[in-house]
């Protein structure tokens, strides 16, 4: 199953009807005001090549591009609701989808987690052993969809190799042992083998930590390529994609502290290796 608005070779992401419907929308609204792609992107704060590719369907626009371009056009809402359709992912939360097309761009992503494995870390097995208590109940199709776009979520860890993926995840996720003992060992073994990328970084945070700056909840973080931030923070069937710059600078800097707290890289590879062993 392919997703709409993923790529399938690196670099920017695969064009979908929707990248190409609202590249469409911006295109003909840039006319009609009378600009070129240069004065339209000297007044967003984007490159040329940037406003050409969205045009093009070619870019998934991040929040900022929407709103910096409805308002220098206009500000007739079409852009907003047009974006509102950008690569409807099937299997994928309707507050998640946003963060999700923003991550096939970024340059740089960081997760911070302490319910579960991030889902772009996990195997087959274990996504299928937490839909089993999912409530309210998922039917065959809901389990297969959520599968199928983890799976295409978690193709670029390979295919962007130039992405800087970053990860601190706290070791009782693992020695909950969701699903069992063998899908247990099976994820540990397969992270372990994540943790060999260049671009992949795995630290976790011990069981046992006298500090710990993120007590307050998970969060992820993410640059694109125009280096612009963003962060994302999710709740009980919420999530929320945070935009202003103060409250990223916070989370950013927690980010950095909780990295000093976990453990190393190397000693985090160690301690998996310790917890297959005892599997």
């Not at 990248?19 to 967003?44: D, P």
């Not at 359709?85 to 096939?104: C, D, T, V």
Request: with cysteine; hydrophobic share 40%; charged share 25%.
């Amino acid at each position: 199953m392919v997703v709409e608005g993923v790529g399938g070779t690196g670099g920017e992401p695969e064009s979908s009807d929707s990248m190409r419907a609202f590249g469409a929308v911006v295109q003909a609204l840039r006319e009609h005001a009378g600009l070129s792609r240069e004065e339209l992107g000297a007044l967003v704060g984007y490159s040329k090549h940037t406003v050409a590719s969205v045009e093009l369907g070619r870019r998934m626009p991040d929040p900022g591009f929407v709103e910096g371009a409805e308002g220098a056009l206009g500000n007739t809402g079409a852009l907003r609701r047009a974006a509102v359709h950008l690569g409807r992912q099937p299997g994928l939360a309707a507050w998640f989808r946003q963060w999700a097309r923003l991550e096939q761009v970024a340059i740089a992503l960081s997760t911070y987690e302490c319910r579960m494995i991030p889902g772009l870390l996990q195997t087959e097995a274990y996504s299928r052993a937490m839909a089993v208590d999912h409530v309210p109940p998922l039917d065959d199709a809901q389990v297969e969809e959520r599968w199928a776009a983890r799976s295409v979520r978690q193709q670029l860890l390979r295919e962007r190799p130039n992405t800087a993926f970053s990860f601190i995840i706290e070791e009782h996720t693992f020695l909950r042992r969701t699903g069992g003992v063998a899908v247990t060992r099976e994820l540990v073994e397969h992270v372990l083998g994540l943790a060999e990328l260049r671009n992949v970084e795995i630290q976790i945070m011990p069981l046992v930590q006298e500090t710990h700056t993120g007590l307050q909840g998970l969060f992820q973080l993410l640059e694109t390529p125009e280096n612009k931030w963003f962060a994302y923070v999710e709740g009980q069937e919420s999530g929320q994609l945070i935009t202003d710059r103060k409250v990223v600078s916070v989370l950013q800097r927690r980010y950095a502290r909780m990295r000093s707290q976990a453990l190393t890289m190397q000693d985090s590879v160690s301690l998996l290796q310790r917890m297959r062993g005892d599997l």
